[in-house]
Each structure stands twice: as C-alpha cells, then as structure tokens.
C-alpha cells in the first residue's frame, strides 16, 4: 500500500520513515544545489573539517551513512586516494542523483552505493574504520538503534563520525539565525524545489532534536569512548566524535 504522511500527522517511527523518504525523493534533483545556497557552500567546508578526522584511517574502508547525493562519500575519497566508501541510504532517488552527477574520475570505483536502512545497516559486522553520518542521525526514527548499527559495523578501534546540525547559543546570533531558518529558508527552498514542506520540516527538526550533550551522552551509552564534540560556525552544526 502507498501511504503519504504529513509533517503534522507523524504518531510513529514508521510514519517518520515513509515521510523522510518521501521528501528526500521529492526534493532530490534540487538537494545539491539548494544545500549550496542556502548555506552560502559553507557546507562542503563543514564536511572538510568532518573528513579531516579520520585521516588516520587513509586506506581504510568508511561507511557514509544517510550518505544522500553522495556530497561527504566524495569527500572521503577526495581527501584519501586509497579509501573505499560503502554510502549507505534508504532513499534510492537521493543516491540515483549523486550517481548521476559523480564526477567523471577514478572516485566512482571507490564510492559503491546501497539502499538499505541506517536502523538495519546491510553489511556484516566489524567491516569499517569509519563511519560517517552527515545531516542523516536527526532524520532517523529511532536515534538509539542507529546508533547501535554504527557501533555494530565499526572494527574495534575505529572511529565514529557524525556531522550534524546543533542551535547556536550566542544571544545576539541565535535570533538572527532563527529568523533565517523558520521564515526565509522555507520560502526560498521551497520556491526552488517546489516543496515547502520538506524545508518546515528541516527547520523543524533541528529545533526539536537534541542538545550536543543529550546526544553525546547517548552516543556513550551506544558504547563509544573517547567521546568528543566540536562545534562549528556560531554552532549551527556540530561534529560528533567516539571510537569503538
Ligand atoms: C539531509 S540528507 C544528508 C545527505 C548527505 N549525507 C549530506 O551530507 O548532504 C539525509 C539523508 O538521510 C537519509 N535517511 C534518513 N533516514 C534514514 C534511514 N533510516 N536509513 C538510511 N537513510 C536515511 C535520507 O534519505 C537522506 O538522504
């Protein structure tokens, strides 16, 4: 059965999926450019300084998790010639559109894309020296069984990335920023990509997602040590860190 679920009308973590899924297909043709935009590219330096922390791991495999369009897969084989990245997401239409507009060099044979679930990730156990989830942990249903498949993938020693929108505190910042947010993003996205929607819920969901703290701690709890967090840019988005 076809099911079409609104931003107001999610009771469940079911609903949530079939309402992510949907949005990111809808708006997947105009994902990268919008991203560009909206963030004045300051985005591509967020995931620069994301991959930057796993240069330990130059020739490890990386799974990019929620990997979307691809743009962090591309960093990591950007940043380390012998890398290979698994991009892991359950919206096809998102990684359709990165495989289309790959570059046209040797990367492509070290990116492979699934779809598959980040609560049930496809791959066996203890396969990667990285994992990387950028933008994707605040659009998972169920934070902690995310969390656990991440845990579960990584060999032991290796490192747990997550890049992710956080809310600037700085008094005269954060009033700036949330006028930007709730009143001129909405409009302008969704004048581009035709879906108002999916950019309300974008400002949504980072509103009611978790402290640095609250989600540091939960990523403790999942079993990772030597857990740090840096924030970025007044703290609109925050890098998430821990090893298995
Ligand atoms: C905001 S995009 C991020 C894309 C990319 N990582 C980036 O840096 O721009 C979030 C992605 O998470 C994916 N996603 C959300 N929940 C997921 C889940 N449970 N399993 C796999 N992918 C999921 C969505 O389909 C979407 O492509």
């Not at 709890?221 to 998430?240: H, K, N, W």
């Amino acid at each position: 059965m076809v099911m079409s679920v609104t931003v107001e009308k999610i009771k469940s973590a079911e609903e949530k999926k079939i309402f992510v899924r949907d949005k990111f297909a809808a708006i997947s043709n105009k994902y990268d450019f919008l991203n560009s935009l909206l963030s004045l590219k300051v985005d591509m330096y967020w995931r620069w300084v994301t991959t930057r922390q796993l240069k330990e791991f130059p020739d490890g495999s990386v799974l990019d998790l929620c990997a979307g369009t691809l743009p962090l897969s591309l960093e990591l084989t950007r940043q380390a010639k012998k890398r290979t990245v698994v991009a892991v997401d359950f919206c096809e239409d998102m990684l359709r559109s990165g495989l289309k507009t790959l570059p046209d060099d040797e990367r492509r044979n070290r990116i492979g894309a699934v779809c598959g679930d980040g609560e049930e990730i496809p791959v066996a156990s203890g396969k990667f020296w990285g994992v990387t989830v950028a933008f994707g942990v605040r659009n998972l249903a169920n934070t902690e069984k995310g969390l656990a498949e991440m845990y579960r993938v990584l060999k032991p020693g290796g490192k747990l990335l997550i890049l992710e929108f956080s809310r600037p505190r700085n008094t005269f910042f954060k009033p700036i920023y949330n006028f930007y947010l709730n009143r001129i993003l909405p409009k302008v996205a969704g004048l581009v990509s035709g879906d108002k929607e999916a950019y309300e819920y974008l400002a949504r969901s980072i509103a009611e997602f978790y402290e640095p703290e609250e989600l540091q701690a939960m990523i403790r709890e999942a079993g990772f040590s030597d857990q740090y967090c840096r924030p970025l840019t007044m703290g609109i988005v925050t890098v998430y860190v821990g090893i298995k």
